[in-house]
């Protein structure tokens, strides 16, 4: 009788647990290793949560490269960076394969990208001295831009400006 009600209890769980990540994912795309997160703060075991995303992975209804494709379709409509997109793609738990496949796959002038975002936050301005072009450099920087993406963005509205 132990067993049949510890078997209840765990399906119940599982079903619970399949809820959850089913309302999860029909907000939005969820990578694997936020669904695990998600569905331990919500206090369910590790195991039944791993097995109930399993389940959701062999079904379709996961994908870690989905997830991507979606999460750097917004980063990119917020104006970030690729080095940013990494950073935050991996603290969700995304592998450095599946960035480093979506970034490359991704049809995106990063150097065009970075103008626009410097040309959004210094319109009308050039950069007059040392201080200037360091706080527009430290301004790309901190939205991941590399440094070859911003030295052409900081040439390309040099050039827009004198002209």
């Not at 959004?120 to 706080?135: C, G, L, M, T, Y």
Request: aromatic share 6%; proline share 2%.
């Amino acid at each position: 009788m132990e067993n049949e009600a510890g078997a209840a209890e765990l399906n119940t769980d599982a079903e619970q647990a399949s809820e959850v990540l089913l309302r999860l994912l029909a907000r939005r795309e969820h990578s694997y290793v936020e669904l695990e997160r998600k569905l331990k703060q919500r206090g369910f075991d590790p195991s039944v949560s791993r097995s109930v995303i399993d389940q959701a992975v062999s079904r379709g209804w996961q994908s870690d490269e989905r997830f991507m494709q979606s999460f750097l379709q917004e980063r990119i409509r917020q104006g970030d960076g690729p080095l940013k997109v990494r950073a935050a793609a991996q603290q969700r738990g995304v592998s450095n394969a599946e960035v480093d496949a979506a970034l490359e796959n991704v049809e995106i002038d990063w150097a065009q990208q970075c103008y626009e975002k410097l040309l959004r936050r210094f319109p009308d301005q050039v950069s007059q001295d040392a201080k200037d072009k360091n706080k527009r450099m430290r301004y790309l920087q901190q939205r991941g831009f590399s440094f070859e993406h911003i030295k052409s963005a900081l040439n390309k509205q040099q050039e827009t400006l004198a002209d």
